[in-house]
C-alpha cells in the first residue's frame, strides 16, 4: 500500500484501491485488453482465483458477497470476456448481490472503431448494473473504483461495472485516495413514506403475517425481526431468498411461501388482515395472481427500494428505509400480541399436510430427492452452508434442508439462473473457509458449469456436491407433465457418469441409488477435501404443493396423498 | 399525463440512461427536453410521461436509482410556467400573405424570415397555443416545422439544484406515515 500521493501506473492504482477497499481476493480470467491490470497485480496482496468461464466469476464474487456480506470482485479481458460476464451480473441485479466487475477496454483512441475484442460493455450492462462506469484516464482510476464500491454495497446493494481501457491501465497518476473519495451526499436518495400509519395498522390487527425477504439479510435485521414478531406475536412467512432470515425452528416461522411453499402459508397469506412485508417485492412467484392476491389484508411494505412500493402489489402503508431501523423504530410502539386464535387457525390448517409429506413416504425402494435432502440436513445439523442451482432440487432445499442462520442458503432467485452453484459455492468458501459448504445442484444445471470443478481442484477447496440425478430438466419436465400433456419435449437429459467424472479431476466420487445408502455416503464426503455424490432419483417426482403460474395463491396442486401413490405404484 | 423537472449531471451517456430507464420500465416519454442550468455541470430535463399519479410515483423512484440523477420533482399539480416553442414556414404568396401576417399578429407570433415564396414564423406558448395557431396556418400549406417540445418551470421561489441536494419529493409524502 502506498503513502498518501504517490505517482502509479493506472493498473497499480486500481490494485491498490482494491486493497484499501479491504479486497482480498478476487475472481478472473485473462486476456489482452485487462493484461496490464495482471501484471501489475502480482506486486499486490491479492489472491486470484483462476476461473473456467467468465461467468463462473461473476457467480463467485456474487456468492462470496452472499455469504460474507462484502463486495465481491470480477475480473475479465474486453469483449468475449466481458460479454461472458452478462449473466452472472443479471443474477446479481436481480437479488441485490453486490458486486463489482472490472473489465479490460480497449485503448480509448480505438473506442467505437470495432476494434479487436471491442465491446460496448457498458452499453451492453446499462439495464442489469446498478450503475456502470468507463474509465479512460489513469487519473480516473481511483474516483472510479471508489465510486463502485459505494454505490454497490450502499442503498439496495447491486452490481457495479467498471471498464478500464488499456491506456488507462498503462498510464501514470498521482494516486489521491482521500482527493477520490466518492461524493456520499450526492449518491444519497430522498427516502420516503406515504398511507397509513404502519403501527396502527399492526396494533390492530387480527390476523396478522409477516413476509420476510432478503432485505432482512442484506440489512442484518434478523434480530430486529425476532424481537418484533415475538413481541407482537406476528407469525413469519419466508421468501426463497428471505430463508435464514429467520431460524427455522422458531415456532412463529411458518416456512416458505409462493408458488412451491407451504400450503398452510399461502392460505394464511389469503386469510390475513394484515400483511408486513419486510424487504420483499412481492415477485410473481410469491403472490400468483395479483388480482385475487390477500384481498383480506391491509398491506404495509419496508424496503430499502422506494421503487418496490405499488409495483405490483397495492399497499396501503409504504415505509422507505432499512428494515432493520426501521422495524427499531416501530418497536417502542407496537402493542404486546396476544394471537393465539390467529396461530392456532394457522396450525389447524397444516391438517393433513403432514400426512401428506413426502417424509412420512415409506421406504419403498425408490430415492426421493426430498429424502437426501432431508437426510443432508439431519446429518450437517443444519448448518452447512447450502449453495443450489435452479430446479425442482431448489424448491426441495428451501422446503426439506431447515435453515436457522442468515447467509446459509444461497441461490438464483430473482433470474433463475441455472448453473449458479457450483461457481457461487466457489466464491461462498473462499469467503468463509471454515463453512461446510454444500452444492444442490441438478444434473441438467450441474452441466452447465461443471467445468469449474477444476477451479475448485487447483484452487484446493473443500466443497461438497450433491447431484441430484433424475436425468430430467425435472422442473421444465414437471410443467409439461402438468400443463402440456406429458409431451417430454428436449426434458430427458444424458450425463457423464459424475461420479467417475469427479474423480477425473481429483476429487472424491460416489453413486447412490437408495436411501439407505444416503447416510453413509455424506458421512464419507464429509471426510473428504472436495466430494462430489451423484443421487440417482426417482426420475418423474414433482415438487408439491404447486401454485401454478398465473393461478390464485391458495389454488394449489397438492401431492396426493401416499395412501394413492404407493397403491398407484 | 405526468411531468417532471429533472436535475441530472452533464455527462456522456446520461440522457441514454434515463431513455433506457424509460424503455425498460415501459413508461412512454410524451416529449422531453434537455438543457443547461444556472448551475455548471447540471443539466436540466423536462419529462413529460403518458402515466397517472401512482406510475408517477414509480418514475420518480426509478429516475433517483440512475446515479447521475441529482433531483427529482413531479412538477404536475404545481403552478407552473409552460411553454413550447415553434419554428413554422408557410409558403404564401399574394394576399393568402396578407392573411397569415394577420393571423400572425392574433397569437403573437413574429415572422422571423421572408421569402419570395414563404414565410418562416416564431411562435412561443403554450403547446395548445402553438397547436391552434398550427392549425389555423395549416390551409396555406405548413411546408416545414420544429417544435423544443414542452420547457416548464415552477412558479414563485423554488431552491436552485444544488449538487448533491437532498431534495423533498413534490408529490410523494403522502401522509409522512412511518419513519426514514
Ligand atoms: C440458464 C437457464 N436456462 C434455462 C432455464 C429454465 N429452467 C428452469 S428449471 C430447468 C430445469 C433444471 O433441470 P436440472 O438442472 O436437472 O434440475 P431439476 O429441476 O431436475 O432439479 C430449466 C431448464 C433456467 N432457469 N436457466
Partial sequence: MSSDKQTLTGAQALWDCLVREGVTVVFGYPGGAILPAYDAMLDFPIRHVLVRHEQGATHMADGYARATGKVGVAVATSGPGATNMVTGIATAMMDSSPIVCITGQVGSALIGSDAFQETDITGITLPITKHNLLVTRAADVAPAIREAFAIAANGRPGPVLV???????????????????????ALARPGHSMGDDPIELINAARRPLILAGHGIILGGAEAALQALAEKAQIPVAMTLLGIGGFPASHPLNLGMMGMHGEAWVNTAIQEADLLVALGMRFDDRVTGNIKT??????????????????????????????????????????????????????????????????????????????????????????????????????????????????????????????????PAAIGAKVGRPDAEVWVVVGDGGFQMTMAELATLVQEELDVKIAVINNGYLGMVRQWQEFFYQRRYAATPISGPDFAKLAESFGLHGATVTTRAEVAGAVATARKCRGALIDFRVEQEDSVFPMVPAGADLDKMIRRPSPIVETAAD | MQTFAVYVDNKPGVLNRVASLFRRRAFNIESLTVGHTETPGISRMTIVVDTDERGGRLVVANLYKLIPVRRVDNITDVPTIVRDLALIKVSATGDARTQVMQLVDVYRARIVDVSPESLVIEATGTEDKIDSLLEVLRPYGVGEMVRTGRVEMARGTTTPARR????????LDDAGAGSV
Fill in chain 1, 163 to 185: 471498464d478500464i481501457t488499456k491506456d488507462a491501465q498503462l498510464g501514470t497518476c498521482e494516486l489521491d485516495w482521500d482527493g477520490a473519495a466518492p461524493d456520499l451526499e
Fill in chain 1, 293 to 422: 392476491y390477500a384481498l383480506n389484508a391491509k398491506k404495509i411494505h419496508v424496503d430499502i427500494d422506494p421503487c418496490e412500493f405499488n409495483k405490483t402489489v397495492k399497499v396501503d402503508s409504504a415505509v422507505s428505509g432499512s428494515v432493520g431501523d426501521v422495524l427499531r423504530e416501530w418497536m417502542p410502539h407496537v402493542a404486546t400480541g396476544g394471537r393465539s386464535t390467529w396461530i392456532d387457525h394457522i396450525t389447524e390448517l397444516k391438517g393433513d399436510s403432514a400426512v401428506r409429506d413426502i417424509q412420512n413416504l415409506p421406504d419403498d425402494g425408490h430415492l426421493y430427492a426430498a429424502h437426501v435432502i432431508n437426510d443432508l440436513w439431519r446429518i450437517t445439523e443444519g448448518k452447512a452452508v447450502v449453495v443450489t442451482d435452479v430446479g425442482q432440487h431448489q424448491m426441495w432445499e428451501a422446503q426439506y434442508y431447515k435453515h436457522e442462520s442468515p447467509r446459509s442458503l444461497i441461490t438464483s432467485g430473482g433470474l433463475g439462473t441455472m448453473g449458479f452453484a457450483l
Fill in chain 2, 164 to 171: 448533491g441536494a437532498r431534495a423533498t419529493v413534490v408529490g
